[in-house]
């Protein structure tokens, strides 16, 4: 199985090489070149094993290059002791046809954790199939979440540093802690003075020059970035499909090869889209259901096949979905059309004009395997207090916002078909929206509200949340976006 790019004017690479290079040289997303098949007797051996040994079952057909023993340990030491639930995937049934697929077990309590626990260990991995000796280091500029995850996932891992920049006022309170307090040896968390645009140009100038790559290759260093588009993030994620439809079988919801939909909170495509890759595969999965906030770009996009990003941009209590150009459906043209050329235009055409227009044949074909739906924030809130109140499950804006487009598509068709939310990070990670959900008023801010929505609520919030407020801080350190080179510089001297 070779890697190709969706824009095809690079070369094939091995999955290795896609993980080292993240994205193609072409500006394109590495997906392979073919997609391997299952058949009912993989899923039944799936359904009686645990989540480490599905995942290395799934990934190995991905990656061809890693032996079996080499993934198995791998995915010990990715999806274990790191993760505060013995399932870390676990299915929470919440009904007969109903579902909800936890994600946010890891340690940054949410889903990045289960493509950013395994992504460094698969990255170095790669890099000494490749003969790479220097360290890598990776940089990244986050608004937040992506930042956090990284760096637990890189924290002390050998052959890797990682240093993080994020904007000075433009993260919240916890998440500011979150990073600040950080532990590790190669790790590095810096501020900058300005916005998230400013710390993402600031990285993409110290990755363009050249001057600084040979001054780091002389120290041993070279750069390179964690972010969604590198599949060995998006591999990881076709796991968890597979997980959910054996615990949904393994509980007597489903008969082994009846059709399971899932309901997807999306952003940048990448959660539905491994959904997608599982489906392709054989998996028995009804309709993948792409669930957006006000921000509903996607939803529009599969009721017209145009993709429009010029619109206002909605601040929602979803941030993480708060997203305007969805980089992995590049992924999905490319697969449905296998044209490089048509992709690059509307590529092009994205960046010029901020819209494209797929056509009626590639619109219609997306159209039937994807449902989309989008809710407003404050129906994502109403559908949190109602399932509280219904059923006592806990659920997180962004979860909610999937559980609410379920419930309306629901109503609207008079059916119900066995479904499963993906939830993707827990309620105690957006303890204001929730308490506020919930219908209770609190003057607290910060850490604090992880313990007010633990006594509202009774349930127990993830440890590395609740110590948050106790954790010494690390990195207090902030730079002029004019000096964030000579930050990396010194950080790797
Ligand atoms: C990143 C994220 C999403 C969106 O996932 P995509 O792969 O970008 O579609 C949804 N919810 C949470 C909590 C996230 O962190």
Redesign the pocket.
């Given at each position: 199985m070779k890697y190709v790019s969706t824009r095809g004017q690079s070369g094939a690479v091995t999955a290795s090489q896609a993980i080292i290079r993240g994205i193609a040289p072409d500006g394109g997303l590495y997906v392979p070149d073919t997609i391997p098949t299952v058949d009912g007797a993989f899923i039944s051996g799936l359904c009686a094993a645990d989540y480490r040994a599905r995942a290395v079952a799934v990934l190995g057909l991905y990656l061809e290059e890693f032996s079996k023993e080499e993934l198995e340990a791998i995915a010990q030491a990715s999806y274990g002791d790191n993760f505060d639930h013995p399932a870390v995937a676990p299915t929470h049934i919440l009904d007969d046809d109903t579902a909800y697929l936890e994600l946010w077990h890891g340690p940054t309590s949410?889903?990045?954790d289960m493509a950013l626990q395994i992504m460094p260990r698969l990255l170095t991995a790669s890099l000494r199939k490749n003969g790479e000796e220097r360290t890598v280091s990776i940089l990244v500029a986050t608004s937040g979440?992506t930042g956090k995850a990284a760096l637990e996932g890189f924290k002390d891992v050998p052959g890797t540093c990682i240093m993080v920049f994020y904007p000075r006022d433009g993260v919240s309170q916890v998440q500011k802690l979150q990073m600040a307090t950080q532990e590790g040896r190669n790790v590095n968390v810096t501020a900058v003075n300005g916005n998230f645009d400013d710390a993402q140009t600031g990285v993409k100038k110290i990755f363009g020059d050249k001057d600084f790559e040979k001054v780091l290759d002389g120290r041993g260093y070279f750069l390179s970035s964690a972010n969604?588009i590198n599949w060995g993030r998006l591999a990881p994620q076709i796991a968890y499909y597979f997980s959910a439809y054996c615990d949904m079988v393994n509980a007597g919801k489903l008969e082994m090869g009846e059709k399971l939909d899932f309901a997807?909170?999306?952003?940048?495509?990448?959660?539905?889209l491994a959904g997608w890759y599982a489906k392709q595969m054989g998996l028995p999965v009804g309709r993948l259901i792409c669930a957006s906030n006000d921000n509903n770009v996607l939803t529009d996009f599969i009721a017209t096949g145009v993709y429009d990003k010029n619109r206002p941009f909605h601040l929602t209590s979803?941030p993480?979905?708060d997203?305007l150009v969805?980089s992995?459906l590049e992924r999905l043209l490319y697969c449905r059309t296998g044209d490089a050329a048509a992709v690059r235009g509307f590529m092009e055409k994205l960046s010029g004009e901020g819209r494209y227009d797929v056509g009626k044949a590639l619109g219609d074909a997306v159209r039937a395997e994807f449902t989309g739906g989008f809710c407003r924030d404050s129906e994502a809130k109403e559908e949190i207090g109602r399932l509280w109140q219904e059923s006592g499950y806990l659920m997180?804006t962004?979860t909610a916002v999937a559980s609410r487009v379920l419930r309306d598509l629901r109503e609207e068709e008079g059916e119900r078909r066995p479904t499963v939310m993906v939830s993707?990070?827990s309620p105690f990670k957006f303890g204001a929206a929730v308490l506020e959900a919930l219908g209770v008023v609190t003057d607290e801010t910060g850490p604090a509200l992880v313990d007010e929505l633990a006594a509202v609520t009774g349930r127990a919030a993830p440890k590395p949340l609740a110590n948050l407020g106790k954790k010494p801080v690390r990195f207090e350190k902030w730079v002029e976006k004019e000096d964030m080179e000579s930050a990396v510089s010194e950080f790797l001297s």
């Open positions: 949410a889903f990045k979440d969604s997807v909170p999306t952003g940048n495509f990448g959660d539905i979803s993480s979905m997203i969805s992995n997180d962004h993707t990070a």
